[in-house]
């Protein structure tokens, strides 16, 4: 008999899953010289936003992107702004001259603040700091963990870039504008178990990291040298409000990325609208190529097409793009426009094309073509 349960204990731990509920250290904290290479699905289907619990199995091995993302953390010495962060331990630059300062110290990632243009196509360089610094990452990092952090931002413009049409409304006739934030940010490592995505099976920690911001538009003058909010009368989409977002993050102990980070429309929906997610040199091909220029691109998936196909348009500067898809004959059969600051990806449904092959194009607000490639589109 205890034969018999040694045989079954031996064939259930064989075909059975091994979990292992791990603790995130210290070593996965990024320093000056890594590159980190991850990969965006802006249009995810099928991925489970499970409830909280141990031993979880989550499947994103259907995740796909059109290009692989290489961030190479720089001295900050290397930065246009670095001596605004002379506590700087490293710095991220991107393609739109955004500057992102960061500090590590045994066990924290923060970031200190960032230089580069305003959200909201206003055309608004921008200095912030974050007061205090924003907690990124905290290790060690275990299940159950819980932390609770706050930060706020405040980004002075000049009011001349505000039309005198608009500055006569306000109630007094501001010398200084600014932009304050405020960030109530909640962390909870909710969950853990493996999660498997292009490329490989990983066993993870997931943080749940709701944040809860509260962007105000103020004046002053110097005749009355207190700060007025007036968001409410002057609003301005992307730069002034309320929101929450709600982001679960996938940390591992082998990687210094997040193996993903799943984005979600609301606390309430939990229906993802985008991961990024850690890119496998092993498994980079011809779906996942890396950016050969780092200005404008659009990349359709899959191609050849069949029923659908999605575009995504990458590295743009905030403003209107049109995509076009034009037939043989030269003849535009879909068209539409979009406003983009950075990227974005949409789909279209293709039942009623015709199988054979068609441009595609993005063209900026100016009309100029930046791009045009081919599409070959398929009936089953």
Known sequence: MRSNLYILFLIVLTYSPIFSQITVQNITIPKVGDTLRTATDNLP????????GAN??????????????????????EGMSSGQFP????????????????????????????????????????????????VDKQTPMSYGDQLNTNT??????????IPDSILNQLPIRPDSIRISATFDIETNVDAWGKLTIPGGTYDVLRQKK????????????NALPVWIDVTSAFPIPGLTGLDTTLVYEFW??????AIATVSVA????????????????NVISSAYTKPTTKTGN???????????????????????YTVKIINILGQSVWSEKYYINGSRTVRVELDSFKRGTYLYALINDKGRTITTKRLIVLKP
């Open 45 to 52: 289907s099928n991925i489970s936003i499970t409830n909280p």
């Open 152 to 161: 706020s931002i405040n980004i002075p413009f000049s009011s001349s870039i």
């Open 252 to 257: 591992s102990n082998v990687a210094k990325e």
């Open 56 to 77: 979880q199995n989550w499947d994103y091995s259907n995740l796909v992107a059109p290009f692989v993302n290489e961030t190479v953390l720089l001295n900050p010495n």
């Open 266 to 281: 609301s606390p309430q929906s939990n229906q993802a609208t985008g991961v990024v997610f850690k890119a496998d040199s």
């Open 210 to 221: 709701t944040t809860f911001a509260n962007r105000k538009l103020e004046i002053k003058s």
């Open 87 to 134: 506590a700087a331990t490293y710095l991220i630059k991107q393609t739109d001259n955004a500057e992102f300062y960061f500090r590590n110290t045994n066990n924290q990632t923060l970031q200190l603040g960032f230089t580069g243009e305003a959200p909201g196509g206003l055309g608004i360089n921008i200095l912030a700091k974050y007061t205090p610094p924003q």
């Open 298 to 320: 659009i990349h359709a998936y899959p191609n050849p097409a069949i029923g659908s196909v999605r575009f995504d348009l990458v590295g743009l500067s905030p403003g209107n």
